[in-house]
């Protein structure tokens, strides 16, 4: 029998209990009221402040359309992304994506971090297929290493105002290397200089150096077996060519990167140069002349050689294993990828950021304030996306040598060294691929 | 009270004997290393341990990209010495500093012996030439860029306007000019610091010096020689150690101009390293020239230090 100590030993246990599965219940309702979205951080290098701001506009379409994940986005830099990411890595402090080019993707898989992507690319592609070139840069080892968002191509961009003015027809630009080479010497007067070239121990040199390598029969940097084969005669007699385009170029050629050529195409100082699609946006405000002024062309071939430039398929790469933070990514990369929205994300640099997929070139986006003047030239760069090539990428196997031999710009320091050092473009050309071989390994 | 010794004898007695020193009492001397433990510790964690780490890295095969290094021995010490770079970089590091110093030490010695005259906006004057070295670098690679372009640069637009030219000059594209011009602009960026440093040992001068030698019939190069140079030289030499390691170890500068470039011209062991360690991925190769030239500056203080006259780089205590 149950004393009335007994009894009210128990009331107090019973009352604590229900106190206690109700605090409970109200933490836990409280807990799951109040459920952060899962943050997805973003790193990319488009440091353009107009590219960042266009990049937000997605994102907070993205955030905006789910309540599941918040995208955040912090920008980078190509300066320092190298040594920033790696250790970021090690301390376990990576973004969960990070845009990313075929060279560098190579660079960090190294770590370990970048996760294959093979199902995301397998979602994306029941509705939206990637071209070959988009994908081909990141396939390796029977995977997918990256998430194609969107591409860059280099073409000829030439002055049509000035090709006038030199008694060129502005409707025929060049096609061959010797027209090329014949309209730059018509061209080089009064102050003015036929093209602009880069010479500088630089990216922005080794891309124009490939383009021209790519239509005179020097696409590969390494055989099947992956020794390099930089040394041949196609690429001494383009590195000479590239020295007879220089000395129609201005002589501060030797610091340009990126900004410099077009700069001057648009002071009227030079009337062609070779380069992405950046040159679309400014033209006409830096140029004073009307956007039909601007022409553009394939990049002109030397006999024997085929149609190609050197093409980015920009990706984003996966570090994160979380499952849920991948859920995450996986849904912001389709969203990104939708037309609707993929529109708005390539007009962060409308004519440099290119779509990737076949459906991508919308009428959205084609139809944008910039890009409708400018139709010739938007049609052009997204057939020659179709015939890109990448060093080191264009066989469905990386050749791992290619991040360092890019990192090093040993393209562009066999540049230097004929047209700054004056050595001989066979010379050069020997050291390069002393260098390329070292840097490979072999 | 202290009984003053009587004679030569007694006085020899004491300066022969002096009293030996009492030892520290024992809570005294442990309060005094309790005191000094957290600066010790914090030059252990600070400087210490990432320079063994450094040292153990140079010995392993490490890469910037992770992974497990592997223990190589002196391998990496090997091939930097080996493969051709370390050498024409070291030599390169060497004129760097040297070239540096000496215009540095010019510039500042002749703003410093200006500003230590008397004239209207003097003061103004002693402000406004701290603007290069208050600025930020970026700012300062920035500027002197804009100014040296060969196609819109001001330097060329003034030298070709003179007919001194006839065509404008890549300056920091030249391999004939790009070394000297990333030495003028680093020079450019430090002096001001330097001249601050001179100036106020300049104004330590009592005037009565000048007074004194000008009665003796001194002329002006026997005042800066026999007065103002005595009187600055710990400073120069002081100044001379800090800048030489200081130049010695400047990457951005170089970096923001030139890249090393072109064709090697502007790599000094600095730039090397970083491209070792960043665009190669060779962090074991990088740590061993690291070491090498910690190892290298390092002997350059002590003998520097060695070899100074005396006095010269002890500042008296007044």
Redesign the interface.
Known sequence: MKTAEDRNLHQRLAARLTAGVMTGAIVLSVGVASAEPIQITLWHQEQVQARVDQFQKVIDAFNASQAEYQVVQQVQSWGNI??KL?PA??AGVQPDIDFTIPDFTV??R???AVQPVDDIVAEIEKKHKFIDQALTPYRDEGKIWAVPVYGMVQVLWYRKDLFKAAGLDPESPPKTWEEFLNAARTLTKNGKFGVGVP????LATDQVLYSLMSVNGGTELFDASGAVTFDTPKNVETVNFYKQLSELS??????WTWP?PQD?LNAG?VAMAIEKGQYLTPFEETSGQAADQLGCAPIPVNAGGEEHSIYYSNAAMVLTSDPDKRKGAAAFLSFILEPANYAEFLLAEPGLFLPLTVDGASEAWTGSPILSKYKGCVDLMIGMSKKGVLPGFNTGTVQKAI??IM???LLS?VV??VV??GEDPQAAVTWGQEQMSA?AGQ | MTTIPATATERDAVQSHPPARLPEPPVRATLGRLFIAPLMIWLALTIVLPLAYCIWISLTSA?????TPKFVGLSNYATIFGDGTFGPAFLRTLAWAIGGAVLQTVFAAGAALLLHQRFAGQHVARTWIMASWVVPTIVTTFLW?WML???YGVVNQLLLGAGLLD????F????TYAFATVVWINAWRWFPFLTLLILAALTRIAPEYYEAAKVEGATSWQLFTKVTLPFIQPVLYVVGLLGTLWSVNVFDIIWLTT?????DTTTTLPISIY?RA????KLGEASAMSVSLALFLLLFAVVYIRFAPKGATEQEVD
């Open positions: 190298y040594q790696p890595i090690q660079t960090i190294e770590t370990g010479v500088s121990k630089s201005p002589s501060g050629a030797a610091s410099e001057a100082t991040g360092p990192a090093q710009n320091q230097q060294k700054v050092g840097a | 890469n910037t990209m992770g992974g860029r372009n060969a196609d065509r404008p000059i890549d920091l594209g030249s391999p890249k090393g470039g072109p064709i491209i960043f665009q190669q991925f």
